[in-house]
């Protein structure tokens, strides 16, 4: 399957800080999605991003297809952003199903 | 519009046991998927099934056999059950083409 690597693994910021989060993956993909598992297990898409730039509120995120890289930002932290974050990826290979990197854990503190 | 469904919420069985986890979507989705998430990895692709009446194994199939009952509906069974398979199983659906991909709340299981 493709190979999907997420960095950092382990974030600490204080609340109002920003931060990047950073998905790089081995082969061509028509999916691209991001991902907050919140501290109960749910998984929340926060964006499908194959290629392109899209904002939603305090997160944005760019996916550079040719270079094989996605950017998830989140400006102006919260409590409430702590969890972890995943970026999957997928194409036509195996049906578009998703190839999910390790995640990387958030934690945002008061 | 419930999205993805999954029953149950929480199951404990013993080693041995069989059981069969219920998923169904209803966004008229041609693709369903199997994943699995042990604890401090991301989701593995277990099955899925890319239109009505195929199924096609992912990365991680042994142990797990599954069931494209029509468009909507899509079961995983554990024949006899491992605590390898002590898991939290997810299921999802897309609209089996490139899209976007939403997950049902997951199945919690431990195998003791």
């Known amino acids: 399957g493709i190979q999907v690597e997420q960095s950092p693994p382990d974030l600490i910021l204080q609340e109002g800080a920003n931060s990047t989060l950073r998905c790089n993956f081995s082969d061509s993909v028509n999916n691209l999605q991001w991902f907050h598992q919140n501290p109960w297990g749910q998984l929340i898409n926060l964006f499908y991003?194959?290629?392109g730039t899209k904002q939603n509120g305090r997160l944005s995120a760019t996916t550079v297809a040719t270079e094989r890289y996605s950017l998830l930002y989140i400006s102006s932290s919260q409590t409430t952003d702590s969890g972890v974050y995943f970026c999957?990826?997928?194409?036509?290979?195996?049906?578009?199903?998703?190839?999910f990197g390790k995640g990387t854990s958030l934690l945002v503190t008061p | 519009n419930a999205g993805v469904t999954q029953t149950p919420k929480f199951q404990v069985l013993k080693t041995g046991q069989s059981m069969t986890l219920q998923c169904a979507q209803d966004?008229?989705?041609?693709?369903m998927y199997w994943y699995r998430q042990d604890p401090g990895m991301g989701l593995r692709l277990i099955y899925y099934s890319a239109s009505e009446g195929t199924t096609d194994k992912g990365e991680v199939p042994n142990g797990y056999n599954v069931s494209r009952l029509n468009k909507r509906e899509f079961s995983l069974r554990l024949e006899s059950a491992a605590p390898s398979q002590t898991s939290v199983y997810f299921c999802?659906?897309?609209?089996?083409?490139?899209?976007?991909?939403?997950f049902g709340p997951g199945t919690r299981l431990t195998v003791t």
């Open positions: 999957a990826v997928g194409n036509s290979n195996s049906g578009y199903a998703l190839n």
């Open positions: 999802a659906s897309n609209p089996g083409e490139p899209g976007e991909q939403y």
């Open positions: 991003i194959p290629s």
């Open positions: 966004m008229n989705h041609n693709s």
